[in-house]
């Protein structure tokens, strides 16, 4: 199974071919999609089938890749979650592709990839998958390591036609970390701004305050719905970012003000709301009915305890960061 920077690195010719994509990255599979059609030189239809949707029969599938059309040489034929075919209609969609279509095909498998420790490499789950990887040139979108992105900024660079140094590629990954959307987005914006390196670490800095307060304000909201798997969510990309003592202040902060509303019976304070910023403010009364005095008193002692902690010995950020979920909005 290659990987998709492997792939994308490699020569153009390869884009022409029929590929099936493995792995849970929805950026990759539509960046690489967008790169496949960018590189057609051919007038083609593009159809798209879901084999998760109920309504669309793979006999109208079949039609599409059996049908010639006098005005087109071929098509482009997507095919998404052909994990969740039947096996019997599984066997007919591999005898119709191994039977010199003239179309090309990209079929994707939007699941996460198993890891097998021996050979240190993704291995796919679903076994009609296995069998679309025996006809198909298998490429794994799975979101990789931070360590990789270094390789991504400069492959999304040379896409965008820009001149980047090592300072601006880890700028952009202490920001974003391996969020690709985000990292390519900025980047897209940035190519229009400035060639000249201040400009453009300049304009990362002022992303980057913004991208900061964003997740902070998503991080409050999830808080305030007591939304257990965003607040996870959010407060680990925070800790990865910006480290563990911040997220334990930030979730501290909107407890605290979630907790003095409750004991003033839904009422919020200014002395309350002070190291709270923007809309998240209107949301704190009608978040102290999502919690009981004792829950919230329970959570402030548990972050504190997570806080002196931290202060006072080693620790193990993830480890700890778990803690706080489980013993705060959890109550394990």
């Known amino acids: ?16 071919e029929d590929h099936l994509l493995v792995g849970d990255n929805d950026f990759l599979y539509l960046f690489i999609k967008n790169q496949i059609l960018d590189n057609s030189q051919n007038d083609r239809e ?9 309504s669309e029969s793979i006999d109208q599938l079949i039609n ?13 034929i997507i095919i998404k979650n052909i994990n969740k075919l039947s096996k019997k209609n599984s066997e007919i969609l591999l005898l119709n592709i191994k039977s010199d279509n003239p179309n090309q095909i990209l079929c994707i498998d939007n699941s996460f990839l198993s890891f097998n ?59 974003f970390g391996n969020n690709f959307s985000e990292i390519f987005n900025e980047m897209s914006k940035s190519s229009l701004v400035s060639d000249n390196e201040n400009d453009l670490v300049n304009s990362l800095e002022k992303a980057g305050n913004i991208h900061k307060d964003k997740q902070l304000w998503e991080l409050n909201y999830a808080i305030c719905d007591r939304s257990v798997d965003k607040i996870f969510e959010n407060g680990l990309s925070i800790m990865k970012q910006y480290g563990l003592p911040f997220v334990i202040n930030s979730i501290f902060n909107i407890i605290e003000a979630i907790f003095l509303t409750k004991k003033n019976n839904g009422t919020l304070f200014e002395s309350s709301s002070r190291s709270i910023r923007g809309n998240v403010i209107k949301r704190i009364s ?7 005095l004792l829950e919230l ?21 993830e480890t700890e960061f778990a803690n706080i979920i489980n013993g705060v909005f959890r109550g394990e």
């Open 46 to 54: 593009t159809f798209i089938f879901d084999c998760a949707d109920k």
């Open 1 to 16: 199974m290659i990987k998709a920077l492997k792939f994308l690195s490699g020569q153009k010719k390869s884009l022409n």
């Open 297 to 317: 008193e329970h959570a402030i002692n548990a972050l504190s305890k997570i806080d002196i902690k931290i202060k006072t010995q080693k620790v193990i950020d």
């Open 286 to 292: 009608s978040a102290s009915n999502n919690y009981s």
């Open 117 to 175: 420790y021996k050979t240190k490499e993704n291995v796919i789950k679903s076994t009609s998958t296995k069998e679309f990887s025996k006809i198909l040139n298998v490429i794994d979108i799975s979101t990789p390591f931070e360590s990789e992105m270094k390789q991504w900024i400069e492959l999304f660079a040379q896409k965008l036609d820009m001149k980047i140094s090592n300072n601006y590629s880890q700028k952009v990954i202490e920001i």
């Open 64 to 76: 599409v890749l059996g049908s010639q059309d006098l005005f087109a040489s071929e098509k482009f």
